[in-house]
């Protein structure tokens, strides 16, 4: 069973406040803060790197993609392996748990970078191929400076 554990970002303070400091603080109780912006649910996974992944982290998720191909009647077939790597921020969602919605994508082709897309679907979390960078209340900006940095190199 998945541990429950939220943590808030205190805009007024412009600290993270944990979910056993909620308890014990002037937060109490926990059932106010639960409809305010800035409160965060545990996602029950941890990076890479074994930090627990909340809703509203940033991360970095990289991909490994094998394409074969087979020519003639199968005689002869040609593996190539593609690299690249998501950037998102993490969001639960009944139908698939924890993922990121609308990430970045950037994919190295042939070794040439292929130009970032910022894809229109839900990506699942696979944990030991991700990593957080960041949330979207200590640095909200960082998804776009992530996608115009992206649009400038190209």
């Not at 912006?37 to 990076?47: A, L, S, V, W």
Request: aromatic share 12%; hydrophobic share 35%; glycine share 6%.
């Amino acid at each position: 069973m998945r541990e429950i554990k939220f943590r808030y970002w205190d805009k007024e303070e412009n600290r993270m406040i944990s979910g056993d400091d909620l308890a014990f603080e002037e937060y109490a109780p926990l059932k106010h803060l639960l409809n305010q912006p800035g409160i965060m649910q545990f996602t029950g996974i941890k990076d890479k790197n074994s930090r627990e992944i909340y809703e509203g982290d940033i991360v970095k998720q990289s991909f490994y993609k094998d394409v074969r191909t087979q020519y003639g009647f199968g005689y002869e077939t040609e593996f190539e392996t593609f690299e690249g790597y998501f950037i998102g921020a993490v969001a639960i969602i009944a139908s698939k748990g924890a993922c990121l919605k609308n990430p970045i994508r950037k994919m190295d082709v042939n070794d040439e970078e292929e130009p970032i897309k910022i894809t229109k679907q839900y990506k699942v979390l696979a944990s030991w191929r991700c990593e957080v960078i960041g949330n979207i209340f200590e640095d909200p900006d960082l998804l776009n400076k992530l996608a115009s940095e992206r649009r400038d190199e190209e």
